[in-house]
């Protein structure tokens, strides 16, 4: 499976792809390094989005996360939050079906963050959780960059 890694203010994070799709983005620096079109198409994307994300907009390329067709759902759903804005696990639990704990767990298991935006799903009195290697840090942190309000946190 094809990776490519690149520097981010947030660390290193690598790229997979497979059959002409995204299917991971990961914290940290991939073994292997290839520079397939898709990949480098992608990590210019991230170069972009770093610099400026209410310029770079949505993301272009096909993804395809492993998951549970229900977690798919979920996904989906978190590519429909524009930049900048942010929803709550119990809203968004409305939209898709399931319960804000389903949809913590779902966001959680995204295995393409920052393309598939689950940093923009909070709590109503506070950020949630982040699975990146910062945590809630590094979701305050792209939330931020965004320009999104945030909550309070403790």
């Known amino acids: 499976m094809p990776q490519l890694s690149l ?7 690598t790229l997979s792809e497979e059959d ?6 990961d914290w940290g620096w991939g073994r292997d390094q290839t520079e397939t079109p898709l990949l480098c198409q992608a990590r210019e994307w991230l170069d972009n989005w770093f610099d400026d994300p209410q310029k770079a907009g949505p993301f272009p390329f096909p993804l395809d996360p492993y ?8 996904w989906s759903a978190l590519q429909e939050i524009p930049v900048g804005q942010t929803t709550t696990y119990g809203k968004l639990a409305q939209k898709v079906g399931g319960s804000p704990q389903s949809i913590g767990q779902a966001v959680g298991r995204n295995p393409i963050p920052i393309l598939i935006p689950c ?17 809630v840090e590094d979701k ?12 309070h946190h403790a």
């Not at 940093?119 to 945590?135: C, E, F, I, M, P």
């Not at 305050?140 to 909550?151: I, K, N, R, S, Y």
């Open 7 to 13: 520097h981010s203010p947030l660390g290193p994070i």
């Open 20 to 25: 002409g799709k995204i299917i991971s983005l």
């Open 67 to 74: 998951g549970t067709a229900y977690q798919k759902k979920v």
């Open 119 to 135: 940093h923009r799903v909070v709590g109503t009195a506070n950020l949630g959780g982040y699975s990146g290697d910062g945590g």
């Open 140 to 151: 305050a942190w792209l939330l931020q960059l965004e320009g999104a309000a945030l909550p």
